[in-house]
């Protein structure tokens, strides 16, 4: 069965590549859409919406890895399928640990490519199907959902419970994770318009160009491939609460378009000209630093202080004290029977990695590890070697990904490391052909051979990474 979903991503700087994927997938009667590098995949998405990304491991330019790794920052939700040329257990864990939901290794039959595309497809009609539900469904949230003791917390949905019947605008403020859209969602269950719509736009995943009219819905015509008249999602939200998320990318002409419309509720479609009103109370929230937007004249004072009328803003998890351990225990009961309802606790000494980690990624950073360690863990207790290495993820933070951890050891082995990763890394530029690597590298491709086979690294010229899906030949390889 297929299903009318927005196009895939294929990323892959080889020609032949992107074309016989494109073929695949478009006699299967999926849309593709095509990047020759990474970099132009990440301008690509920020234009386009696109239900999944598929994308070469090793790319001139940036690599693959580090394309998912933007992709998930970016984008948590957008799935990204990984092909690898080897077959090793290394790589595929390092593409699932990068972010990739699944990888295939070349070569690989068509069917497991589309095995693993439909199944994103079916991922995709879920989450929507989901999110509709959710909308629709009268109590989507409640104040328990929000767990935590801190007092800060506490503040939180005390908060809650005091603006939540009112109409008064809210802004909710604090980095990525730390429970925005719970507060949101809460504010409207438990407010007169529970009953009615709640409608949430994210204003960084809909490409700016379409973001206008989603919100306020466009006329026939009004511009190419608007077929029919379609009413903006204000309209959907009439009577309810509207929750504008990630607010601070919203771009300048459409926050001039916003301000008009907090003004007295009325707007006008894009390429309408009739003036429609709506009832809806707006709730907005932001992971990035407001008062820097506004300084840097990206955000405009005007409509923050619009929108800040009341305002929450979320302690991130490290400032939180012992909630990392009450959200812990909380996530591992609600997942354990799921995934291993075998694990009951959490030991000391993986308790004590918990409260000693930054949580960059904070409650949604937390939740992943709990659901990580419960998938890994083969004992009752979760232990630290089945928690994210935070030490090794906070050094890639601070140096940059792709930095390896080589400030501890003898000199020998320090060097040892880095020429491991300056060879390579120049292999994977040259998509593993040894004299172009030498030559970049100035040494002989004898002297490079000896290398590699020291710091036992393999050459990449088994057939297992023939570069090219079966049935397509490919110059040069
Ligand atoms: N206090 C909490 N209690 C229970 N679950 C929480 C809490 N805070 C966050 N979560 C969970 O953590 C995840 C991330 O929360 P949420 O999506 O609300 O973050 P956010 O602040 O909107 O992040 P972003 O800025 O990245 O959009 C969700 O799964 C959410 O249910
Ligand atoms: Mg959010």
């Known amino acids: ?91 595929a864990v390092e593409a699932i640990q990068a972010g990739a939901i699944d990888y295939l290794s070349k070569p690989f039959a068509p069917e497991e490519l589309l095995h693993s595309v439909s199944r994103c497809a079916e991922r995709h009609q879920l989450i929507q199907e989901n999110n509709r539900l959710r909308n629709a469904s009268r109590e989507p949230y409640t104040l328990s959902h929000i767990v935590g003791d801190s007092a800060e917390m506490r503040e939180v949905r005390k908060l809650i419970e005091t603006v939540a019947p ?146 929450f803003r979320l302690p991130p998890l490290r400032k939180r004290g012992e909630d990392v351990m009450v959200l812990a225990g909380h996530f591992l009961e609600q997942l354990r029977h799921g995934i291993n309802p075998r694990i009951r606790a959490i030991s000391d000494a993986a308790r004590r990695r918990l409260l000693s980690h930054r949580w960059p990624g904070n409650v949604r950073e937390l939740k992943n590890a709990i659901e990580r360690a419960l998938i890994l863990e083969s004992t009752p207790e979760i232990q630290p070697h089945n928690l994210p290495d935070f030490e090794v993820e906070q050094r890639l933070a601070r140096s940059g990904a792709g930095a390896d951890d080589v400030e501890t050891g003898s000199l020998d082995a320090i060097l040892a490391l880095h020429e491991e990763r300056v060879i390579r890394q120049a292999l994977e530029q040259n998509r593993f052909n040894l004299t172009r690597t030498a030559d970049q590298l100035e040494i002989s491709r004898h002297a490079l051979r000896y290398r590699m086979q020291r710091l036992q690294i393999q050459s990449g010229e088994d057939p297992h990474e023939a570069d090219s899906l079966p049935g397509t030949a490919e110059a040069g390889k």
């Open 1 to 91: 069965m297929k299903f009318a979903t927005p196009p895939i991503l294929v990323v892959d700087d080889e020609r032949n590549m992107r074309s016989s994927l494109k073929t695949l997938l478009s006699e299967e009667g999926y849309a593709v859409s095509l990047a020759d590098s990474a970099e132009s995949a990440l301008q690509r998405l920020q234009d386009e919406e696109v239900f999944m990304v598929i994308t070469d491991a090793r790319m001139g330019g940036m690599t693959g890895y580090e394309l998912i790794r933007r992709v998930h920052e970016r984008w948590p939700d957008l799935p990204v399928l990984m092909i690898t040329a080897f077959a090793t257990p290394k790589l």
């Open 166 to 311: 009112t109409d008064a605008r809210v802004l909710i403020l604090g980095e990525s994770g730390t429970g925005k859209e719970l507060v949101a969602g809460a504010l409207h269950s438990l407010s007169r318009r529970k009953a009615r719509p709640y409608v949430r736009i994210n204003c960084a995943a809909i490409p700016e160009t379409l973001l206008e009219s989603e919100l306020f819905g466009h006329e026939r015509g009004a511009f190419t491939g608007a077929v029919r008249q379609k009413p903006g999602r204000v309209e959907e939200a009439h009577q309810g609460t509207l929750f504008l998320d990630e607010i601070a990318d919203m771009s300048h002409p459409l926050q001039a378009k916003l301000l008009r419309f907090l003004e007295d509720g009325s707007f006008t479609r894009v390429g309408g000209t009739q003036e429609l009103r709506v009832d809806v109370r707006l709730i907005a929230a932001t992971n990035r630093d407001i008062v820097a937007a506004i300084e840097r004249g990206q955000f405009r004072e005007d409509l923050f202080h619009r929108l800040n009328v009341v305002q």
